[in-house]
């Protein structure tokens, strides 16, 4: 099988981008963010239905309000449960006033699913996942930050962020230029599969 230069540059990114959680300053401007949304809606979509709406927060103040409403949550969330590698970490950077869930990135997006589509959560995560690919091939770094979603419990963060009352927050996105190089990717495991002839 023969791979053209395409092809090659969609493996690469598939394999090479990572989560990042160190930002600099530097503002993505507004036409990187257009390509990484357009990248988005073209991922596959249930009956064509696109459920998808999207909300791009720039401002810090907001997202550090975000961030402060929560990390108590998450916090109180971890110390109830069992501890993996790494827990005990997070949960002193949760305890840490001067830490952000959004690790100090310019930029945030959120990937809302309309409820009434079954299929939304499935759709909107696709969505993601096109978007985080685009952000890496355009020199971005990114990250999901799924605890962010708690912010649908408060009310008035909602309304500041204009998520409609019929959808719901499936992807808060941030993204941004790495502030430090990153580590070596963690190597993935072999897969398990099954060949059914």
């Not at 390509?35 to 103040?61: E, H, M, N, S, Y």
């Not at 949760?94 to 690790?103: A, C, E, M, R």
């Amino acid at each position: 099988m023969v791979i053209d230069t395409s092809e090659r540059q969609i493996l690469s990114a598939i394999q090479g981008r990572q989560s990042v959680r160190d930002y600099t300053n530097h503002q993505v401007p507004d036409d990187l963010i257009r390509k990484i949304i357009a990248a988005g809606i073209q991922a596959p979509t249930a009956l064509g239905l696109q459920p998808w709406r999207f909300v791009v927060v720039r401002d810090r103040d907001l997202m550090q309000r975000i961030s402060d409403y929560c990390k108590p949550i998450l916090a109180e969330g971890i110390e109830g449960e069992p501890h993996y590698p790494g827990t005990e970490f997070f949960l002193a950077a949760l305890k840490d006033p001067g830490y952000s869930i959004f690790y100090n990135a310019p930029v945030l997006i959120l990937i809302l699913g309309a409820q009434e589509v079954v299929s939304s959560i499935i759709d909107c995560a696709l969505c993601a996942e096109n978007m985080l690919l685009a952000a890496w091939a355009l020199g971005l770094g990114s990250c999901w930050v799924g605890s962010a979603a708690l912010v649908e419990q408060d009310p008035d963060l909602l309304t500041a962020l204009k998520v409609p009352g019929d959808h719901r927050i499936v992807a808060p996105l941030i993204f941004g230029y790495p502030a430090t190089p990153l580590p070596p990717k963690r190597e993935r495991r072999d897969p398990q599969v099954t060949w059914i002839p």
